[in-house]
């Protein structure tokens, strides 16, 4: 079992930068990907990001929308996921959660993930 704890979270100004942490422990051996997801209120969850093994610039995949703005980006020796924000906008306020599979490969579906954190909240005001 892996537990995931996100954290990095708050209320930010619009324009400003954020950035998550998904902090992971227990069995994490064989946790070959880290997605992050979203969910604002009242909207479906939805793929923001991931990062799978060997953990380059390159094994990286964004949604569409987020190019440009986000970054993740994965710490070995903490295994620990990060997912830099900047230039945020109001819609991008929702829950964040970070999960994680056992799979290689870029995966954009929640099915593809077999733990989750908690969630944290990102506020962006305007």
């Known amino acids: 079992q892996v537990q995931l704890v996100e954290s990095g979270g708050g209320l930010v100004q619009a324009g400003g930068s954020l950035r998550l942490s998904c902090a992971a422990s227990g069995r994490t051996f064989n946790s070959v990907t880290t997605g992050w997801f979203r969910q604002a209120p009242g909207k479906e969850r939805e793929f923001v990001a991931v990062i799978t093994w060997p953990w380059t610039l390159s094994d990286t995949y964004y949604a569409d929308s987020l190019k440009g703005r986000f970054t993740i980006s994965r710490d070995n020796a903490k295994n620990t996921v990060y997912l830099e924000m900047n230039s945020l906008k109001p819609e991008d306020t929702a829950v964040y959660y970070c999960?994680?599979?056992?799979?290689?490969?870029?995966?954009?579906?929640?099915?593809?993930?077999?733990?989750w954190g908690q969630g944290t909240q990102v506020t962006v005001s305007s």
């Open positions: 999960a994680v599979g056992q799979t290689i490969g870029l995966h954009i579906g929640a099915q593809a993930y077999n733990s």
